[in-house]
Nanobody, 119 residues
Framework: VQLQASGGGLVQAGGSLRLSCAAS????????MAWYRQAPGKVRELVAS???????NYADSVKGRFTISRDNAENTMFLQMNSLKAEDTAVYYC??????????????WGQGTQVTVSS
């Protein structure tokens, strides 16, 4: 599975951005999709995840501001980011997991998209 992230850019604090992650195959086959981010000098961290069953998980720092969703008809995952803060500045990566036979987990990463929030 290939994942293609897009939608990053430069935005002022308080603004919004919507990230997209297009999958090369049906997202119905993906058990979990998620967004991670990595700021300069920091480790990559989970921002939000969404299971095929609809369960979501958010980092405390983005709860109430970010919303993860997926459109299986378009094989795309989204991250709506509102009330952006300077500390949200990072490269955002999309990620997916597919559980295969014997519970083997196949992990896929997309390339990053830069989000820069000016204060």
């Amino acid at each position: 599975v290939q994942l293609q992230a897009s939608g990053g850019g430069l935005v002022q604090a308080g603004g919004s951005l919507r990230l997209s992650c297009a999958a090369s195959e049906s997202t119905l086959s993906l058990d979990t999709m998620a967004w991670y981010r990595q700021a300069p000098g920091k480790v990559r961290e989970l921002v939000a995840s969404l299971t095929s069953g609809g369960l979501t998980n958010y980092a405390d720092s983005v709860k109430g501001r970010f919303t993860i969703s997926r459109d299986n008809a378009e094989n795309t995952m989204f991250l709506q980011m509102n009330s952006l803060k300077a500390e949200d500045t990072a490269v955002y990566y999309c990620y997916a997991v597919r559980v295969g036979k014997g519970w083997t987990r196949y992990r896929y990463w997309g390339q990053g998209t830069q989000v820069t929030v000016s204060s």
